[in-house]
């Protein structure tokens, strides 16, 4: 060896388990090889070089030598020698990452063609058309992905050939006009200020350097930021023999799945094209044939490939993404990896894998992500008849989408930054334009079959995406599509159902799908691993239902603020809060009495024998009444019309006006406040006006004794806002258990009294404010806000985005709990409360209650449950498995 780090390993040295060193398709290689799989023979450049190369920006010492001395092994044992004239071997150059990035990095093939061994080859298989097609594939792919020629540089040549020739395909090229196209490229090098290499190790090296260089392109780094890839990862390369698929029709190339990866059904599925090479499959070009074909066309390559699939699923027990080439009617692999699939599909192969005794339920759990999961329940067209269909093509990646169609990523990254909502449009989409299809709610295509890079893409992305529509033709320069009759100009607003494959003209009804068989089971299992209890924020009855329905075991925070908003109530609420005396403010408060009995009844009812935590009034009193501008507003139009009044009837009545609306801007004023968020609010209310707390308490018992009379099991907690001072908290406990106890009389009701925890001097203090509650339940809205000294209605709109994309906060704390601030105020408090009182029930009921990452957190903490919004009850049941899974009980 010449370097001193092993840069440099045969696919006979490598395995499944060194993926980080070899990356994923290398390890694949290897593995493959190890299990006496069909693979051409070939070596990997380790990702420890590209790494090495990124650093110092060059290759590593003794890295290319002892590649040279690999491909001395490969000719060994292929017969044939890297450069000869006679028996030239051919080598594909191919990144392959630890983590699959499809289509991101580059690919050349055919290396080691020129002018002579073109000829050799054509001697040595006896097909000059083969040969030429090769070396014409090489002159392109090698100008546009290592040189950076324009791809549309390349065919403008072909296309131009082949309108002169009067051949309508690119299989239709002769031997003449191979050879026409092979001289004209030459043109486009010299244009571009470039020669072709004829030396087949200056393309090697020119190769290698190109695919380490492929790690830091704009495509590649916009993938990995999407996808959370770190970028010390590096990618490997791969040489391998070149095996061919465009020697004739009894050759092929192809990609197909174990399973379906859009459906998740144990069924192959796949596309291959005859007489081509593989990146004519994925780059969605030609529209390929349907996997099922081979088998009347390949019939020996056809068991072969249904033997090598069933293996590589077993072995590596997950749904496998291949890639392969037949040649002259014998079959090859050239990848497996764990392929792409949408949300629904993900589900269903893991229990199915599941069941079928391939992985136990514990791998099952960790094999779908929180994200899948959310994903799952993106809208679907909801169809009354009344759409005007446009087109269908394949159904690619479920989901439907509306938005503006436009026809490049520039334009969508563009329009998306507006707020706007775009549909990506495109004759077929590249790597280029992962940026576009990222900003984008959905795309569509005229071309491309189900393994092309568009389907894979959306699929990873969670985004629906209808490809392959032959009857649509796509004018990029013009900006618009054409299909049947109509025609759409940029702009044109369109809906994209890639559940069905079809794409509507305007914007669609859609609805949310509920969970199907797949998740309810999937949700089932993660409840047998998941020590956190999951309850729901929800604030009416018919929230709180949906939330039983989604898995919620009770409610973590109802907050009964909403519930004075009705018609019928801010009324009688305004009423009580411009009352002078505690009798007057209980006249009223009794109005709303049954209202709150009623409602808090309904709650019961759904929840039934789950906890329903009920928090006391938390907002100022002002946020009841009408906002002071408009209230001056009113008085000065009263006093207008009283001046220009003669009716004495008329003028008592306006006099009326304006004393009432006089007194309600006097209480306003009286009310208002510089900081309101700091403010008289939550216990601070509760302390000043008991009345209010009186009347809520004997609301919530009142309703808890009817619900118990029908033999249902209630179990009411009663949550006091906004406690900073263990005082605030035993003063209003004291006062409000009181009250329970006079309601109660000889009825029995186990309820519970708490806090919230929202002050960072709650978190310190906690061990002592524990003594006075039964439980704790984190509002980390306001603790973050309090932490940070953020308003989050100012943050987001004014400079959260700047301090996410300048990497000053690696999260927005408003989504995801602040782990090393926020979050260590939470571990302090729940340690110290547990010390001062060890029957402390501990949750979270903030926003953040149902982000995966904060379900986590929560875990590795010790809280007792999290509440979140009945849509992501879901979500936090899963992301509360697999914490258990990861971290242990």
């Not at 004794?705 to 009411?716: A, H, M, R, T």
């Not at 300048?806 to 302090?828: A, C, Q, Y």
């Not at 926003?847 to 849509?871: K, M, N, W």
Request: glycine share 10%.
């Amino acid at each position: 060896m010449n370097s001193k780090t092993k840069l440099i390993y045969m696919f006979e040295e490598g395995g499944k388990e060194m993926k980080d060193l070899l990356g994923g398709k290398g390890a694949g290689l290897a593995e493959m090889r190890k299990l006496g799989l069909p693979v051409p023979h070939g070596f990997i450049i380790t990702t420890e070089a590209c790494i090495m190369y990124q650093k110092d920006g060059k290759f590593p010492a003794g890295m290319l030598e002892d590649a040279l001395d690999a491909l001395k092994n490969v000719e060994k044992s292929s017969g044939k020698k890297f450069g000869d004239a006679e028996h030239p071997l051919l080598v594909s150059v191919r990144s392959g990452a630890p983590v699959s990035m499809p289509g991101m990095m580059d690919t050349i093939l055919n290396v080691g063609l020129n002018d002579e061994t073109v000829k050799g080859l054509a001697k040595a298989t006896g097909n000059t058309r083969f040969s030429l097609d090769s070396y014409r594939r090489l002159k392109q792919m090698f100008g546009n992905v290592v040189l950076g020629i324009p791809h549309d540089d390349f065919e403008g040549v072909i296309s131009s050939v082949k309108k002169k020739s009067g051949k309508r395909s690119d299989m239709d090229l002769g031997e003449k006009e191979l050879n026409t196209i092979i001289e004209h490229f030459d043109n486009v090098y010299r244009n571009h200020g470039f020669q072709f290499p004829k030396d087949p190790y200056e393309q090697l090296k020119m190769a290698i350097k190109a695919v380490f260089d492929s790690w830091n392109s704009e495509r590649a780094i916009a993938y990995r930021e999407l996808n959370n890839i770190p970028e010390t990862l590096g990618t490997a390369v791969n040489i391998v023999t070149m095996v061919f698929g465009n020697m004739g029709n009894d050759s092929a190339t192809g990609v197909a799945f174990t399973r379906n990866p859009n459906t998740g059904d144990n069924q192959i599925m796949g596309e291959y094209l005859k007489n081509a090479q593989g990146e004519d499959v994925v780059a969605g070009i030609r529209t390929p044939l349907e996997i099922w074909m081979m088998k009347d066309e390949f019939p020996e390559a056809w068991k072969e490939f249904e033997r090598c699939s069933a293996l590589l699923e077993k072995h590596y027990k997950d749904m496998q993404d291949i890639e392969f080439t037949i040649e002259k009617g014998k079959f090859y692999l050239l990848q497996t990896r764990s392929g792409k699939r949408s949300a629904r599909a993900e589900v269903k192969i893991a229990v199915d894998m599941a069941e079928e005794k391939l992985i136990d339920k514990k791998e099952a759990i960790m094999r779908v992500t929180p994200k899948t999961l959310d994903t799952l329940f993106h809208p679907q067209v909801k169809k009354d008849g009344s759409e005007k269909i446009l087109g269908k093509g394949l159904a690619a990646s479920p989901g439907a989408a509306y938005g503006e169609i436009v026809f490049s990523s520039d334009r969508a990254i563009q329009l998306a930054s507006e707020g706007r909502n775009v549909i990506l449009v495109r004759p077929e989409t590249t790597a280029d334009d992962v940026r576009g299809m990222s900003a984008s709610e959905g795309f569509l295509t005229q071309k491309g079959g189900m393994t092309s890079h568009a389907a894979v893409v959306a699929r990873a992305m969670g985004k629906p995406a209808v490809v392959g529509v032959e009857s649509m033709s796509v004018d990029i320069s013009g900006r618009s599509l054409t299909i049947g009759e109509v025609s759409l100009n940029e702009g044109s607003t369109i809906t994209v159902d890639g559940t069905s494959g079809e794409f509507i003209l305007g914007k669609t009804q859609v609805e949310k799908p509920r969970a199907d068989h797949y998740v309810e089971k999937l949700l089932n299992w993660a409840d047998e691993f998941r020590t956190l209890g999951v309850r729901a924020n929800a604030n009416t009855p018919d929230e709180a239902d949906l939330a039983r329905k989604n898995g919620g075991e009770g409610i973590g925070l109802a907050r009964t603020e909403r519930m004075f908003l009705g018609n019928e109530r801010i009324g009688i609420m305004r009423a009580m809060i411009m009352s002078r005396t505690r009798d007057d403010r209980k006249r009223q408060l009794d109005m709303l009495l049954p209202m709150q009995i009623h409602d808090f009844t309904e709650f019961f009812r759904t929840m039934e024998g789950y906890p329903v935590i009920i928090r006391l009034l938390d907002p100022p009193l002002h946020e009841f009444l009408p906002d002071k501008e408009g209230t001056l507003n009113k008085l000065y139009k009263l006093k207008f019309s009283l001046l220009n009044s003669k009716d004495p009837v008329e003028m008592d009545r306006i006099l009326h006006e304006i004393a009432q609306e006089t007194e309600l801007l006097l209480v306003i004023k009286n009310l208002e406040e510089f900081n309101p968020m700091l403010g008289f609010r939550g216990c601070r209310l509760g302390i000043s006006f008991p009345e209010i707390y009186e009347m809520q308490v004997t609301a919530i018992i009142k309703a808890a004794i009817n619900v118990q009379s029908e033999g249902k099991k209630i179990l009411p907690e009663i949550m006091i806002p906004l406690v900073g001072t263990e005082r605030e908290l035993e003063v209003l406990r004291e006062n409000l258990e009181k009250v329970a106890r006079n309601v109660m009389g000889r009825h029995e009701i186990d309820y519970k009294f708490g806090t919230m925890i929202e002050i960072p001097r709650a978190c310190i203090t906690a061990d002592r404010i524990a003594k006075h509650a039964d439980f704790f339940s984190f509002g980390t809205n306001d603790l973050t806000q309090m932490t940070f000294g953020y308003s989050r209605d100012d943050a987001e709109g004014k400079f959260m985005g700047k301090y996410l994309d300048s990497g000053i906060l690696p999260h927005d704390p408003f989504r995801t709990v602040d782990f090393d601030g926020v979050g260590e105020l939470m571990k302090m408090a729940v340690e110290k409360g547990r010390k001062g009182n060890k029957k402390l029930e501990v949750g979270i009921c903030g926003e953040q209650g149902g982000d995966p990452e904060t379900v986590e957190f929560c875990h590795r903490i010790g809280l007792d449950y999290v509440s979140a919004s009945p849509f992501r009850i879901p979500i936090a049941r899963l992301a509360a498995a697999r914490a258990a899974l990861q971290y242990g009980k």
